[in-house]
């Protein structure tokens, strides 16, 4: 049986798709800092906080509980509007997004690298290539989750290793609070793409296409002059 942790699955991307791979057969453990509604055989449950100094051995012992892993999604993140006179949020933006998908890496690559195989996927945005007045702190964590998680594709795909960057644009989740969603897609959609991911290990993979290029083409008006 094919073995998977998901971290961030209390709703949303990470939610959906933990019920998707267990549907498929594959056995589960889920991190997050709320429990969820899932109660099956297959699937176990550790409620922590992807900032806090334990979890990493939480994460740990949740593998090690798994009996082995072939696959790990990182599917944590947030992001709030940014209010200059109290950046706290902003900070905390970097801590979960970014620092959260590191450590995840840091517990999870060297038992795949012993295992010769595994796949690493992480949830990053199309928001990663602008410069953002609104919420600086999600556009410049997702920037430097999609430069990481690419820079260990190229170290350890040799390996036997695969890294996948996903880049979502708006997804029709709680954290799709912007006043104008273009081309948003329904949870579902971002399932289907992510099932591919794990079928293929791409590289990476920005969808919806349409807005993936509008990004990159907007990208460089949105850079202060």
Not at 16 to 41: E, K, M
Not at 128 to 141: F, T
Not at 158 to 165: A, K, P, Q
Request: hydrophobic fraction near 45%; glycine fraction near 8%; charged fraction near 20%.
């Amino acid at each position: 049986m094919r073995r998977a942790v998901v971290v961030g699955n209390s709703d949303g991307i990470g939610l959906a798709f933990t019920r998707r791979l267990l549907a498929d057969g594959w056995l589960v453990t889920g991190l997050s800092r709320r429990d969820n509604a899932i109660i099956v055989p297959t699937y176990s449950h550790h409620t922590v906080d992807v900032t806090a100094p334990d979890y990493p051995d939480v994460l740990a012992k949740a593998i090690d509980e798994l009996g082995g892993l072939d696959l790990c999604v990182y599917a944590a993140g947030i992001g709030e509007p940014v209010d200059p006179s109290d950046l706290a949020a902003q900070t905390r933006t970097f801590e979960v997004n970014l620092m959260g998908a590191v450590r995840t890496t840091a517990v999870v690559v060297p038992r795949m690298l012993a295992a010769g195989d595994g796949h690493l996927i992480g949830i990053s945005s199309l928001a990663d290539r602008l410069v953002s007045g609104e919420a600086p702190g999600y556009a410049g964590s997702k920037a430097g989750l999609s430069s990481y998680l690419l820079g260990m594709s190229a170290a350890l795909r040799r390996h036997g290793v695969h890294v996948t960057t996903v880049r979502f644009g708006f997804v029709d989740t709680k954290m799709a609070k912007a006043a104008s969603r273009p081309l948003m897609i329904p949870v579902e959609r971002a399932v289907e793409i992510l099932v591919r991911c794990v079928r293929k290990r791409p590289v990476l993979v920005s969808r919806p296409r349409r807005l993936a290029l509008l990004t990159s083409a907007l990208a460089p008006l949105t850079r202060p002059r």
